[in-house]
């Protein structure tokens, strides 16, 4: 068994792309990359380029399977039965030491770096990472007697395993991440000298106690996402990685194909769709480009894209697949643990921006096929809404089907409780034998070759059956998580499980409904596809270990030193107050700190050093922002780091793919991807769109609204809608996606939501409130830290105590008017409002006092906002149907 998955890190794509066989075959006007050097760019930042042969590629291999068996075991309802507590108290430590040490097996040092042997450096970086990794394993006991903390020999093993991770991650990200990294730790030592601008400085750490801060507690290196990467990342790259070595991901993108391909640029629909499909899945934006747009990208050429359009909706489709849940490139987890909020609800507010993305994006692309009077593939006559409603009803119809199985386990848990688990794998294992049976009915699925003179679209009718059991993980997946809402961890381990059922049994059982005799060498075929998923797995997660263990030192800074109240500060500055100003540079930023890095450590710098200043700031301008919406908002800009020139790896690998320029496509797929970058400012303002506080019927009217609204919006920005647009028809129909994404913009100047209520009469007007309204309250008074002045907004939902005083203190919230002044006392601890105003000195000279509150009055639904953005929407479609008719009579050859 090789080792090798022949990928390469994502310091070595940018040399494969600049090499003179690619730049030669550029200029030719052929695809960039041979197929076997795209396969090299599958997993940019996961896998490594470097191919032991022999007994040390086995080994490799067998260390690969060895992390992923562990890792299973360890998501297992068995574990505390099979495992040592040891180990799975220590988790994290056994989860970085596999990383690093495969890092020094995959990863060659330099360009000039042997691939097909390791050198004896990398024999000693791997080993000696492995067990400085694991170092808190060893001495736990010592640590523990400690207090927990580093002593001074502990610190000189902590500094040489950050130096050695910092190394690990420099092969596999590429330098970004252990750049910026290593800037955080200089600023731990050094934030306190002259030459740090005041504004930044604090007091600094001593070596053994910033050590003991990053690698001995669970503050930095081994805190929150290296624990997240251990618990369920790893089991969802696995599922990944198993479903595609089963065939699922060629069977998305035929289905895709087969569903959208005789459509108006059919090619660029279902390289949208079946990117979407490949993204529910997969971690790697790049991984997805490559995947499907070796396929996809050469069929839209042969329509009419040219070389960067094609790679750039490619680019726009598998970037937007790591903000669908329900993996989200793994920032899903983190979010549940940073945020604090269960990983249903995560999925929850996740979904609706994700979805109507994708729809804009498909939206595009037929504005874009239109424009060009693109030709068509094949000879199919299914109608554009036909189309669009059996994919509807398809999805309608999963989703029934996972949300609908819970009514007959309940049955089947209710006659038998004890068996019921048994019953249900048996009736699991039957409906799979039917599926299988299916597909054994027709051909196996193979890859197509774009590139055949003859292009056939292949027919659903003809297909489907062939890969329906593949949705079976998937159901019981979701069913998991989102109907008996178990944790992420242990839903994976039970849709792995059936994958490995699945790939050990689908080629031996199909040989018997086809009434072949080779079982025993299907069998052993699946043997080796389930061996080499694992390893596929172990190798993906190498990028994504490392990745989540040196953003801990990120994270870590920022806990140790405070430098989120900085970032604040600065954020602040540069936008003079200015609440929109101030999202846009916090968007910037998040941009350029996620240049170069993987969704999943994108993320976690992002988060940590924007979502604060956000909810800080957001607060001071009078706007309450939940946490959930923040941590979206910096993770959409982040993820689009991906597309962005100069860095932009998935436009550099769509580019190698196409034969295009990187830069060109770069900007193009921003271009396509502006509906990415509008929806954040979007659900910032209006969290209806995040579907919080919101009932099934107003999330649908949301729903459909929403969709209007992002495709008002393609069409503003594309410049065409029912046929080219004129300048202030695209003016209208931005205006009409603003209407119906922030309806209450205008409503709020229609009819004002509060009443100012002047800060003595706070308390008779909470008398007066009654049980459910909310009174905006803004509180300002002395920072702790700092004892500049410090302001923040939070709403107090009125209870339904019998009079204010109790009211108020039902919330711990103490007041008092002295001289004119209505002063507030420190909070209890433990109350509601206790986080929110623990950044004041309730102890200093000055108070800390309310100074405004603002009563919510009665205000008409701001629904009805819709009706004048519809008829405005209907305007311009009378404006432009003439002319639209008369393009194509012209284009007919009939006199107009």
Known sequence: ???????????????????????????????????????????????????????????????????????????????????????????????????????????????????????????????????????????????????GLADHVDKWFALAGILILFEAARRTLGPAMAIVATIFLLYVFFGSSQWVPEVM?????????????????????????????????????????????????NYFIKMAFAALGHLKGGPAKAAVVGSAATGLISGSSIANVVTT?????????????????AGSVEVASSVNGQIMPPVMGAAAFLMVEYVGISYVEVITHAFLPAVISYIAL?????????????????????????TVLGMFFFFAGFAALCYGIKFPIGWITALV???????????????????????????????????????????IADIYKSGLYYLLPIVVLVYFLMIEQKSPGLSAFWATTLLFVILLTQRPIKAIFRGENKMVEEFKEGVVDLAKGMIDGARNMIGIGLATATAGIIVGTVTLTGIGQVMADLV??????????????????????????????????????????????????????????????????????????????????????????????????????????????VFIFNTDLLLIDVGWGQGILVFIMATIAILAFTAGTMGYFVTRSRIYESIALVLVAFILFRPDFFMNRIQPPFEIVQPTSFVEAVGKANPGDDIR?????????????????????????ADAEARLSAVGLTVFDEDGVMKMDEPFPGTPFFETLGNFDFYGDDPVQIAKAQVSLEQMPKELIYIPGLLLLGLIYLLQRPRARVERKEMEGVPA
């Open 1 to 147: 068994m090789n080792f090798r998955t022949g990928k390469l890190g994502a310091g070595q794509t940018g040399e494969l792309l600049m090499s003179e066989e690619y730049q030669a075959n550029k200029k030719a006007g052929s695809s960039g990359l041979s197929e076997e050097e795209l396969q090299e760019m599958v997993a940019a930042s996961d896998s490594g380029s470097r191919n032991p042969a022999g007994p040390i590629g086995l080994f490799l291999a067998a260390v690969a399977l060895a992390w992923s068996a562990f890792q299973v075991l360890l998501a297992s309802p068995l574990s505390n039965y099979i495992l040592p507590s040891d180990l799975i108290n220590n988790s994290r430590q056994v989860h970085l030491s596999f990383a690093i040490f495969l890092a020094f097996m995959a990863y060659p040092a330099l360009k000039s770096s042997p691939r097909h042997h390791i050198p004896i450096q990398d024999w000693i970086l791997a080993l000696s990472g492995a067990f400085l990794a694991l170092y808190g394993l060893f001495f736990y006991e010592k640590i523990v007697n400690n207090g």
């Open 201 to 249: 400085r604090w007091k600094g750490a001593s070596l053994q106690k910033a050590m003991s801060h990053m690698w001995i507690t669970s503050e930095g290196v081994f805190g929150i996402a290296l624990g997240v990467s251990t618990k369920f990342v790893f089991l969802f790259v696995l599922f990944g990685a198993l479903l595609d070595k089963a065939g699922a991901g």
């Open 293 to 309: 747009g070796t396929f996809t990208i050469p069929l839209m050429k042969r329509v009419g894209f040219t070389n960067e359009q």
């Open 362 to 386: 498909v939206y595009i692309v037929h504005l874009e096929a239109v424009k060009r009077n693109m030709p068509t593939i094949g000879h199919k006559t299914v109608s554009t809404l036909r």
């Open 417 to 459: 409780p004890d068996g019921a688990s048994w019953i249900l794998a048996v009736l699991v294992f039957v409906a799979y034998l039917v599926l299988l049976k299916l597909a054994a009915s027709v051909e196996d699925l193979h890859p197509d070759d774009p590139n055949a003179k003859h292009i056939v679209l292949p027919e």
């Open 572 to 681: 602040e500055l540069v936008s003079g107050g200015n609440l929109v100003l101030m999202l846009a540079f916090v968007g910037l930023l998040s941009l350029v700190l996620g240049m170069g890095l993987p969704t999943t450590a994108n993320y976690i710098v992002v988060s940590s050093l924007m979502a604060g200043v956000v909810v800080e700031l957001g607060a001071q301008s009078g706007l309450i922002v939940p946490l959930i919406a923040v941590h979206l908002f910096v993770f959409y800009f982040g993820i689009m780091a991906d597309v962005t020139p100069p860095v932009g790896l998935a436009s550099f690998a769509a580019a190698a793919v196409s034969g295009g320029d990187a830069i060109k496509t770069g900007f193009t797929a921003f271009f396509y991807s502006l509906r990415t970058i509008a929806l954040p400012f």
């Open 777 to 801: 309250i803004t509180v300002n008074g002395p920072d702790f830290d700092t004892g500049s002045k410090a302001e923040t907004t939070f709403i107090l939902t009125v209870g339904d105590e």
